[in-house]
């Protein structure tokens, strides 16, 4: 498990991170959502040891982290990129044997990987000469390549057509299934939806609001929509329950408890007859618009 | 699809970590040294110095072989005369010398033919005694020689009409000159050897030094220094990448060496060599600590930018540095030179240069070393903190003054 405990990282004037926590648990698919500026990269880049911490501290397996268990890290850079000229291969092997790797693990670990992304025949391509995708599959390929004890990855699904989005998706899941601690972040929010067993909103480098994505859309107010065969316009004289529009037979009705659906079913059958009445679940976007707002 | 095979017999030990984290700048110098050699710009770079190298020593040897190859025409009785100068030059000890003589049938024909040019020069009777004929110009080497001839032969023949010999005439004439402590070197090789030695540490100094600087841009640019700084130490990274680059331009440099050396032997010099060897090993004591010492500060440069196009700017201090080592190291002389040589990186030419030329005592070199070594500590320390704050800096190009002030 990693536990990220009251991370603050400011540049200059600007504390960009202030405060943060979460934890994200082995086998546990987080996703970290928020707008540009919001400081995910900046989070990540700390965890990663990448940029150093101002404030608090980022415990792994329950004590304070260390070079070697990053090196046993998998990371995906913002703006990624590996070496534009080099053969794929070639800087394969070279990161694997930087994170620890022997030359010969690395060399068949790289084939291995290489030949599951469909790449193998490619192997002495050098990078840009391959299609964003493909550089893209080698990205992740660099980040997995020492078989990592976690993976902390920002932005993976930017830019990637829908099967590549779900190859990605299917490689990250392997790792959660083992029990590998997984960290994203997106602005993809049905992705997120999809993918994720929590999430992490972060707005102006504070964590609005966590949870798993049904917990999150259940934050807000829960509303009901009434459908009824007359004119629903006698609901705004009902005690307790908030009216939030009416057109002709529908009400948009925000209640203040549960039990006031039987009060309005009751109502609305005396008054002539019940269509529909739903829970209005809001999407993940309404959330996130409300608790970043 | 297949999926992502997990490794449990040959997962990571925790011993592993820590080898590997203490080896990493080897596997940098490892990847630095192996895209280098696959660089084909570097390769056809190197071929091309080493051809221009083995090509000067060549072209040299040859212009001196044949500067000193001369055919003078006679009429017949001269022959004597050309033969003669020959033995001479050759008991001088100017192998480079050889006259031959060409026999035509009349004085008319030797004009003739130093008129076309088949000949270098024509000796014909005149009167008691002979007379040169050139084309348009006057040849110090037939003068010299034939003259020292012409004087020979007709003293002997005085001489003899004198009742006298020769030796008899020449006795007590003959000057020695002694030398009380000769010069190991000609001041002419010194400096060619100086010449040579100093334009090879400008240029790998500026070559290798842009390209450790690119490599650097490369690595900041592209974002990968995030994923080897995840991994390694920022330190480690230097190191290798340095380390690998000096081992490369200090292999490139012997191979230059050796191959002006093999053709100087080659070429019959090898009389020459005696004297500068001991300087060319100096040359690459120096060579090495002032090219890694101002790696590190190119690493720096390369730190400072964002982009390429901000090399240009970043580099130019240095750049500026490294066409001073080399415009002071050759051109300085007396007093001067004698500072410079104890000047840390200004000595990496002005030392050894006074070491070939013999006029530096023994232990000149070893404290000028010292003092190189103890600034290239200090200036190598400052670049490694300078280069570990501005690596991760993306935002802006920054300056020197930048980065020694940021925090990491």
Redesign the interface.
């Known amino acids: 498990m990693l536990e990220v405990d009251h991370l603050v990282r400011r540049f200059g004037e600007i504390t960009a991170v202030d405060a943060i926590s979460f934890a994200v648990g082995d086998g546990q698919m987080t996703g970290f959502v928020g707008g540009n500026g919001a400081g995910k990269t900046t989070t990540m880049?700390m965890i990663?040891?990448?940029?150093?911490i101002h404030g608090g501290g980022v415990q792994w397996r329950g004590r304070p982290i260390t070079?070697?268990d990053?090196?046993?890290?998998g990371?995906?850079?913002?703006?990624?990129?590996?070496?534009?000229k080099?053969p794929i291969m070639?800087q394969l092997i070279?990161?694997g044997?930087?994170?620890?790797?022997s030359a010969s693990?690395a060399r068949q670990?790289a084939k291995?990987?290489l030949?599951?992304f469909n790449l193998g025949d490619r192997h002495k391509d050098k990078l840009e000469s391959l299609s964003l995708g493909n550089q893209q599959r080698v990205q992740i390929a660099?980040?997995?390549i020492?078989?990592p004890q976690m993976l902390v990855l920002d932005e993976p699904f930017s830019g990637l057509d829908p099967a590549a989005v779900d190859?990605m998706a299917?490689?990250l899941r392997?790792?959660t299934d083992?029990g590998v601690p997984v960290l994203f972040s997106s602005h993809q929010l049905d992705l997120v939806d999809r993918l994720c067993d929590q999430l992490v909103v972060l707005s102006a480098g504070r964590v609005v609001a966590r949870g798993t994505a049904a917990e999150l859309r259940r934050r807000g107010p829960v509303r009901h929509r009434l459908i009824t065969a007359g004119d629903a316009g006698w609901v705004r004289g009902l005690p307790g329950i908030e009216v939030i529009d009416v057109d002709g037979g529908t009400a948009l009705l925000e209640l203040s408890e549960p039990a006031d659906t039987d009060r309005i079913l009751t109502e609305a059958l005396r008054r002539g007859g019940v269509r529909e009445l739903t829970e209005v679940v809001p999407t993940l976007a309404d959330t996130y618009r409300e608790v970043t707002r | 699809m297949s999926t992502v095979q997990t490794r449990p017999a040959q997962s990571r030990s925790s011993a592993d970590d820590t080898s590997s984290a203490h080896h990493a700048w080897r596997t940098v110098t490892e990847r630095e040294i192996s895209v280098k050699l696959k660089d084909r710009t570097f390769l056809i770079t190197t071929v091309v110095t080493l051809a221009i190298i083995i090509g000067a020593v060549a072209f040299q040897t040859v212009m001196a072989a044949h500067a000193g190859k001369k055919t003078v025409a006679t009429s017949g009785p001269g022959t004597q005369i050309v033969r003669l100068a020959d033995t001479l030059a050759h008991q001088g000890g100017r192998d480079g010398v050889s006259l031959k003589s060409r026999v035509l049938s009349s004085t008319s024909a030797v004009r003739s033919a130093v008129q076309s040019g088949k000949v270098d020069a024509g000796l014909v009777p005149a009167g008691d005694g002979w007379r040169l004929i050139g084309k348009d110009s006057k040849d110090d080497v037939i003068s010299t020689w034939l003259g020292v001839a012409v004087q020979q032969a007709t003293m002997q023949k005085n001489a003899v009409a004198a009742g006298t010999s020769l030796p008899a005439l020449q006795k007590g004439t003959a000057l020695p000159y002694d030398l009380i402590d000769p010069r190991a070197t000609s001041t002419g090789l010194a400096k060619g050897v100086g010449y040579a030695f100093g334009f090879l540490f400008y240029l790998a100094s500026l070559l290798f030094g842009l390209a450790i600087a690119n490599s650097v841009i490369e690595e900041k640019q592209n974002r990968i220094v995030e994923i080897l700084a995840s991994a390694i130490s920022l330190r480690q990274l230097l190191i290798g990448k340095v380390l690998g680059n000096s081992l490369l331009a200090i292999a490139q440099l012997v191979i230059f060496a050796a191959a002006a050396l093999i053709a100087l032997l080659a070429t019959g010099n090898s009389s020459a060599l005696a004297g500068i060897s001991g300087g060319i090993s100096w040359f690459i004591v120096f060579y090495l600590v002032g090219f890694i010492t101002l790696a590190c500060v190119w690493a720096v440069a390369g730190a400072l930018a964002t982009r390429s196009e901000d090399l240009q700017a970043t580099s130019t201090p240095i750049s500026v540095v490294i066409i001073a080592v080399f415009i002071a190291g050759i051109s300085v002389s007396g007093t001067a030179q004698v500072v410079l040589s104890y000047l840390p990186l200004f000595s990496t030419i002005a030392m050894p240069i006074r070491v070939v030329a013999g006029t530096a005592t023994w232990w000149e070199p070893l404290v000028s070393l010292v003092l190189a070594l103890a600034a290239g500590y200090g200036i190598i320390r400052v670049a490694d903190a300078m280069y570990r704050r501005s690596l991760m800096q993306t935002g802006r190009k920054l300056s020197y003054r930048d980065a020694l002030r940021t925090a990491e």
Do not use: I, K
């Open positions: 880049r990663m040891g990448v940029l150093s070079a070697a990053r090196r046993g890290f990371y995906m850079p913002e703006e990624r990129g590996l070496y534009p080099q070639d070279y990161l044997r930087l994170q620890g790797l693990g670990r291995t990987l030949e599951r660099a980040a997995v020492s078989d190859e299917d490689v392997e790792f083992r």
